[in-house]
């Protein structure tokens, strides 16, 4: 019986080492596959699919093709997104698909503004934007943490947030689109070329003066020329810039040029010498791309972008031109849904009302104020 119960202690000793190796082995097994998810997935973009049936009548004339548009969404500006998805979904026939890309505390909010109104039938993914992918790329100053707004970055992980696509358009919330957004997408791109965007010496954008920057509209108002490293480029300081508000991308050629890996190589090393122009014109988004696509892009038609509407509170454009527009722009500090900006009214046509009651318009509540 000593020898039976000695057999029992080694068998029970032998399953609990085996059990311990398979333990150790499936925990190295889900290590790996969660290294095989991250890795595939460099952004921890995590998509929440909506994407409704093609409808019946493109199904019909045959106009399936999938177009992709890419907007970021911010809590803040979600009136703006919707009222810009809005546009463009009722001035096509073409099959539009809206990668929404925001942060994950404003999906909830999102998802109600889309199925309670009249965008409902409107096909779209919801992408999860993760800020952690812009650690050691921006400088975050202290006194001005809430001044960065990782969606803006958004623009830089394009193949990510849309991997099937090979084109896309991109586009900032604070537009309007006039026209059917086929004719945009189909902006022929040069071979070797992986954007189009509008230039800002194009004869539909005014020169906008910046108080010491000198120009909005050439490389000097971004890039300070003081900087080694940008005189190094010999990039010409007059050089026309470009408006990264709305541009088309073909991602196939994005990738095989690494675009992303090159902006991130440029922001990287701004943090570390502050190569920027100190009294930058506009964002810190732009910079990268200028210096990425130097002499390097195709143009986008200038009536696709038609912009500074945001930029005085004063009408720059006459009606006639604006109806003429394909695509408005309020970029600058007065945004259609705020107090003061040119051409609301058309902006206001196109927005959809929160049924939350979250996002409000304060031009209506200063006008109302106004009037008494």
Not at 122 to 129: A, E, G, N, S, T
Not at 253 to 278: F, G, P
Request: with cysteine; net charge neutral.
């Amino acid at each position: 019986s000593s020898k039976f119960s000695v057999n029992i202690s080694i068998l029970i000793v032998a399953v609990i080492i085996f059990l311990l190796v398979l333990h150790h082995n499936f925990l190295g097994l889900s290590d790996f596959l969660r290294q095989e998810l991250s890795d595939s997935n460099p952004l921890g973009l995590q998509p929440i699919d909506f994407i409704p049936a093609v409808p019946q009548r493109l199904a019909d004339e045959g106009n399936d093709k999938e177009i992709s548009v890419v907007i970021a969404a911010s809590d803040e500006r979600l009136g703006g997104a919707i009222a810009a998805m809005n546009s463009i979904y009722h001035n096509t026939r073409s099959n539009v698909v809206f990668h929404i890309v925001t942060l994950n505390d404003t999906v909830d909010h999102l998802r109600l503004w889309l199925s309670k109104t009249a965008l409902k039938n409107v096909r779209y993914r919801i992408l999860d934007f993760d800020p952690r992918v812009l650690e050691g790329k921006v400088q975050v100053d202290p006194q001005k943490a809430d001044a960065l707004k990782p969606l803006t970055f958004a623009r830089f992980y394009l193949p990510s947030l849309v991997p099937h696509a090979e084109k896309v358009i991109y586009m900032d919330d604070d537009v309007i689109v006039q026209d059917d957004i086929l004719e945009l997408y189909n902006t022929p791109l040069k071979p070797g070329h992986a954007a189009a965007f509008s230039d800002d010496c194009d004869s539909t954008t005014n020169k906008v003066a910046v108080r010491g920057a000198g120009n909005q509209y050439n490389y000097l108002g971004f890039l300070d020329y003081k900087k080694e490293t940008i005189r190094k480029l010999a990039m010409k300081a007059n050089t026309c810039s470009f408006n990264p508000g709305v541009f088309v991308a073909n991602l196939t050629e994005w990738k095989l040029q690494n675009i992303t890996q090159q902006l991130e190589k440029w922001m990287a090393l701004n943090v570390a010498e502050e190569l920027y122009s100190r009294t930058l014109a506009g964002s810190i988004t732009t910079p990268p791309l200028l210096i990425v696509f130097y002499k390097q892009h195709s143009s986008i038609d200038p009536m696709w972008n038609v912009r500074h509407l945001g930029s005085s509170a004063g009408k720059r454009y006459s009606p006639q031109f604006v109806k003429a527009a394909k695509l408005l722009h309020w970029n600058g500090h007065f945004k259609p849904w705020g107090r003061t900006a040119s051409y609301a009214e058309v902006w206001e046509k196109w927005y959809i009302p929160d049924p939350t009651g979250k996002f409000s318009l304060i031009r209506r509540r200063s006008e109302a104020y106004e009037a008494m």
